[in-house]
């Protein structure tokens, strides 16, 4: 079955400074490429996705880019603030199921 | 999200007791899901239903029972709780039709014993 592999598992940068989380899948059939973010006590939420049709995606200070051949896709947050310190999930999908498989994760700390 | 509810918020139960986490959802939405969080491990699937008539089963089904009492309902059920089965358990939904957001419930702290 499909597998979601997600680095690194906790990060930390400076305000301002750039954030990038990678993601690896293993069934090369997966065509969605969601970004989920945590805060703490709350419920995941869905903060931007890219289908395997496009390269990359940017929403404001975020963007995730995709490399099909490689398996391979990530989140760049830019000029990061404390609010975007959270947990992030990755995921995978094949269009026609609906059915995600998450990543394990990646605790973002952010300092001022 | 208010449209997605969970009850209860936390549970804590003993070893071997039967527990049933509930959802309800008034997004209209067709498909429902529930998942497991544990530290590490991210979220893990655990049921998942695209209508009133269709259960799957997800990647950890094992010592889980679902039902689907309705459109806007998706009960999850511990016929025999034990402990490693303490963790945070999401419902979600989603309108389905291709690449859908999913839109998580409160979640569920259980604890068992």
């Known amino acids: 079955g499909e597998n979601v592999e997600q680095h690194p598992s906790t990060l930390s940068v400076q305000e301002g400074d750039s954030a990038v989380i990678k993601c690896t899948y293993s069934d090369s059939a997966s065509n969605y490429f969601p970004w989920y973010k945590q805060e703490l006590g709350k419920r995941p939420q869905l903060i931007i996705d890219?289908?395997?049709?496009?390269g990359e995606k940017k929403d404001q200070r975020i963007a995730v880019t995709l490399n099909k051949t490689a398996k391979h896709f990530s989140l760049h947050i830019t000029e990061t603030q404390p609010e975007d310190s959270a947990v992030y999930f990755c995921a995978a999908a094949k269009l026609n199921t609906d059915k995600l498989i998450f990543g394990t994760g990646t605790r973002l700390q952010v300092f001022p | 999200d208010a449209d997605v509810t969970q009850t209860p918020r936390n549970r804590i139960t003993k070893t071997g007791k039967r527990i049933m986490l509930e959802c309800s959802q008034t997004k209209g939405h067709d498909r429902m899901y529930w998942y497991r969080q544990d530290p590490g491990l991210g979220l893990r699937l655990i049921y998942y239903s695209f209508d009133v008539k269709d259960i799957n089963k997800g990647e950890i089904s094992d010592g889980y029972s679902v039902s689907r009492q309705a459109q806007a309902k998706f009960s999850l059920s511990l016929e025999s709780a034990i402990p490693n089965q303490t963790a945070l358990y999401f419902c979600?939904?989603?309108?389905?039709?291709?690449?859908?957001?999913?839109?998580f419930g409160p979640g569920t702290r259980l604890t068992v014993l």
């Open positions: 979600a939904t989603s309108s389905g039709g291709g690449a859908d957001t999913q839109y």
């Open positions: 890219i289908r395997s049709n496009v």
